[in-house]
């Protein structure tokens, strides 16, 4: 697999983050087997499939939490959440304060950009 067909499921991810991508349909995308994809995305970034999407949607919710006023409960929704009280969990998990410590406060975080790809 090349370079190019891993930043091309980077760069499918990205544009998929909001609508619960899947492996299989990235797979799909690329013309490879899950497994093949799989193991090529964890070998070039670093981490699974699923541990990317995670971290980039909590990154998500968090940019649009200091950059806006909407609520918490739609942010949470709109980036992939099924729950203002998942996001919170996953918020802590991660960052260790709530979202609503998180923005209003002036906590800084280290937030999950999209990855470039690691040979």
């Known amino acids: 697999m090349s370079i190019k067909t891993i930043e091309t499921m980077v760069n499918w991810i ?4 909001k ?6 349909d990235m797979a ?4 490879y087997s899950m497994f093949y994809c799989s193991s090529k995305f964890h070998e070039c970034i ?15 919710a968090a940019l649009e939490m200091k950059n806006t ?21 996953a918020f802590v998990k ?4 709530t979202p609503y410590q998180y923005r209003k406060n002036s906590f800084e ?10 040979l």
């Open 69 to 89: 006023n909407r609520r918490i409960i739609d942010i949470a929704v709109d980036c992939g959440f099924s729950s203002h009280e998942a996001l919170t969990r």
């Open 94 to 97: 991660n960052y260790g304060i």
């Open 19 to 24: 609508n619960e991508p899947s492996l299989e």
């Open 46 to 60: 670093g981490m699974t499939f699923k541990e990317y999407i995670a971290r980039r949607k909590l990154s998500l």
């Open 109 to 118: 975080i280290k937030l999950f950009n999209k990855s470039d790809i690691v």
């Open 14 to 17: 990205e544009e998929n983050i």
């Open 28 to 31: 799909d995308f690329v013309g």
